[in-house]
C-alpha cells in the first residue's frame, strides 16, 4: 500500500507519481489522505491501480480516469471523474455539479445524491446514483446508462440522443425531446448489471426503475419551423 | 469567478474567533479572486451606539482630527479607530444621519463603507492575505460575518469595486456571479431614490434587497422577489443584523457549498473553504437547491 499525505507532498507529486504508473505495476494500492477538498486529485490516471482517497475532493477529481478504481470516502466537488475513460470511481458521500460529464465508459457509483447536470453530455459512461440527482442532468446525452435510485430534477435529458435514463422515483420534469419509454428485458438485464456493480442491488430492483430516452424529433431539421430563421 | 465565504455563529464561545476562522476561509479562496478582497463583520450592537465604517485614500490627513471636528459638528461624543484605510466611528445611533452629512462636507474624499449598530466593512484591492493582514480581521470578535474574493469581470477593480456591498443599515450583499439586467434596475432604483457608488451590478442587487426591505418585506422575502428581478448568474449571500442569507439563481452554476453543526452555519464557494472549521467531520454538509432561500437569524 502507497500512503499519500496530501497535505505534506502536495498535489503535483501525487499526481506525477501516478501519472508514472504505466500498464502493469507493482504498487496497485494508493491511499490519498488529507485531501481536504483540494482539486483534480488522481485525474488523468491510466493503470490499473486501486486508490482510496481518505476524505472529500475538489472540482475535477479522477477526471479522464483509465483503467483505476478510484473511491472517494466523503463528498466530490464539480466535475468528479469528467471525460472518464474507462474503471471506476465510486464517491461514497455526494457529488456536486456535472458529475460524469462527458465520460466515454467506465462506471460512476455516487452513494449520495449528485448535483446539478449530472451526466451532461456522456458518452458512454455508466453512472449509477443511489440518491437523487439535480436538474438539467443528461442534457445532450449521447449513449450509455443513467441510473438513479431517487428521484431526477428539472429538465431531465433535455436535447437528448440515445443515452438510456432510468429512473426510480419522481422526475420533476422531462427536458425538450425527452419521453418516457417501455421497460424491455434487456433494459431489465442491464439495470441489474449495474446496480450489482454500483454497490445497490440490495437497494433497488430493476422492475422499480422507469425508461427516459430520446423522442428522436430533435434530430432532424423540421420543415414547419423554417419561417422561425 | 469570485469565492465567497460566510460564518455565523450559534455557538457564542466562537464569537472571539469569528475574524480568525473568516481570515483561514477567506485566504483559502485566494485562487479564485485575486484581484481584491473584503469582509462584513457584525461584532455585536452596543447599547444605543452606532458605527460607521469609513474609507480614505488619504488616510492621514483624512481621519487627523476627524474625531474632533464630528464631534464639534453633532454635539455628542464621538471615538474614531483607525484601521490601515479605514476607520470605525463610533457615535451615538440617533447621530448616524446628522454623522454623515456633516462628514460629506468636512471630508468630501471619504467614503462611507458601511453605517449600522453591528456592521463593520473592510475591503480593499490586494490580495486576500494582504488585505485580512491590513485590517487585522484575525483579531476580530462578532456574530456573524462574510468574506469575498474578487474577479472582476463586470466593472473596474477598484476599492469601491470589491464586495461586500452595503446600501442599507446593516445590510451587506456579496456576489459570484454577474448580473445581466443591472442597468435597467439601477435606473429605477434611482428614480426610488437610491444613490450609487460603483458601475457594478452587484450594487444593483444590493440596493435591490434594501429597497424591498424598506418595502417592508423580511429578507427572505426579498431574496425571493429577487428571484424573478434579477437576471443572470448569482450565487448571493446577504448579511442583516440578526441573520444571514444565501439564494441561488434557478441555473446554479455558480458554486456553493453550506455546513452546518451545533455550533455555526458555514458558507463557502468551496468544500475546501470549510475544511479547518472545528467540528467539520461531522457536519451536516450539503449545496444550497437552485432558486430555494436560505436563512438563518437570532
Known amino acids: ?229 | 469567478m469570485c469565492g465567497i465565504v460566510g460564518l455565523f455563529l450559534k455557538d457564542p464561545k466562537l464569537e472571539p474567533k469569528l475574524g480568525e476562522m473568516l481570515t483561514d476561509m477567506l485566504v483559502t479562496m485566494t485562487d479564485r479572486g485575486p484581484d481584491s478582497a473584503g469582509i462584513a463583520i457584525y461584532s455585536g450592537a452596543r447599547d444605543g451606539l452606532g458605527k460607521i465604517t469609513i474609507q480614505s485614500s488619504q488616510p492621514e490627513s483624512d481621519f487627523k482630527g476627524l474625531d474632533g471636528a464630528l464631534k464639534e459638528a453633532i454635539g455628542k461624543p464621538v471615538t474614531l479607530l483607525e484601521k490601515s484605510t479605514h476607520a470605525v466611528i463610533e457615535l451615538p445611533i440617533d447621530q448616524i444621519q446628522a454623522a454623515r452629512s456633516a462628514l460629506a462636507k468636512l471630508r468630501p474624499g471619504v467614503k462611507v463603507m458601511s453605517v449600522g449598530d453591528s456592521i463593520e466593512i473592510f475591503k480593499e484591492v490586494g490580495l486576500p492575505k494582504d488585505v485580512v493582514k491590513r485590517f487585522d480581521v484575525a483579531k476580530m470578535k462578532g456574530t456573524h460575518g462574510i468574506g469575498h474574493t474578487r474577479m472582476a469581470t463586470e466593472s473596474a477593480v477598484t476599492t469601491m469595486g470589491a464586495h461586500p456591498f452595503s446600501t442599507g443599515s446593516d445590510q451587506c450583499l456579496v456576489h459570484n456571479g454577474s448580473l445581466s439586467n443591472h442597468n435597467g434596475l439601477r435606473r429605477e432604483l434611482v428614480r426610488l431614490g437610491k444613490t450609487f457608488e460603483t458601475q457594478n451590478d452587484t450594487e444593483v442587487a444590493a440596493a435591490y434587497v434594501s429597497r424591498k426591505l424598506e418595502e417592508g418585506q423580511s429578507l427572505g422575502e426579498a431574496l425571493e422577489s429577487g428571484l424573478d428581478d434579477l437576471d443572470g448568474f448569482y450565487t448571493f449571500v446577504v448579511g442583516t443584523k440578526n441573520g444571514f442569507g444565501v439564494v441561488r439563481d434557478p441555473i446554479a452554476c455558480k458554486p456553493a457549498v453550506m455546513a452546518e453543526t451545533d455550533q455555526y452555519v458555514a458558507f463557502g464557494s468551496e468544500y475546501r473553504a470549510l475544511v479547518n472549521l472545528p467540528g467539520i467531520e461531522d457536519a451536516r454538509v450539503w449545496e444550497p437547491e437552485p432558486a430555494t432561500v436560505y436563512f438563518w437569524e437570532r
Open chain 1, 1 to 229: 500500500m502507497q500512503s499519500f499525505d496530501l497535505g505534506k507532498e502536495g498535489l503535483r507529486a501525487l499526481n506525477s507519481a501516478l501519472h508514472a504508473l504505466k500498464g502493469q505495476t507493482n504498487m496497485t494500492k494508493w491511499e490519498v489522505v488529507n485531501p481536504k477538498g483540494a482539486h483534480a486529485i488522481a485525474a488523468g490516471v491510466d493503470a490499473p491501480v486501486d486508490i482510496t482517497v481518505r476524505g472529500s475532493t475538489g472540482y475535477y477529481c479522477a477526471g479522464m480516469n483509465k483503467l483505476a478504481t478510484i473511491r472517494v470516502k466523503g463528498s466530490a466537488g464539480p466535475g468528479v471523474a469528467e471525460n472518464m475513460m474507462s474503471g471506476t470511481v465510486i464517491i461514497d458521500g455526494n457529488a456536486s455539479q456535472y458529475a460524469g460529464a462527458t465520460g466515454r465508459g467506465g462506471l460512476l457509483v455516487i452513494k449520495g445524491n449528485a448535483s446539478s447536470r449530472c451526466g451532461v453530455s456522456m458518452k458512454g459512461i455508466d453512472i449509477v446514483v443511489h440518491g437523487s440527482i439535480g436538474h438539467m442532468s443528461a442534457f445532450m446525452a449521447q449513449s450509455g446508462n443513467l441510473v438513479v435510485l431517487g428521484d431526477a430534477g428539472d429538465a431531465l435529458g433535455d436535447s437528448l440522443y440515445e443515452a438510456r435514463l432510468f429512473v426510480r422515483g419522481k422526475v420533476k420534469s422531462l427536458g425538450a425531446d425527452c419521453i418516457e419509454k417501455e421497460m424491455r428485458d434487456e433494459h431489465y438485464q442491464i439495470l441489474e448489471d449495474l446496480l450489482r456493480r454500483g454497490e445497490a442491488d440490495g437497494k433497488a430492483k430493476p422492475e422499480e426503475f422507469r425508461r427516459y430516452g430520446s423522442a428522436r424529433k430533435l434530430y432532424n431539421f423540421n420543415i414547419d419551423n423554417a419561417a422561425a430563421y
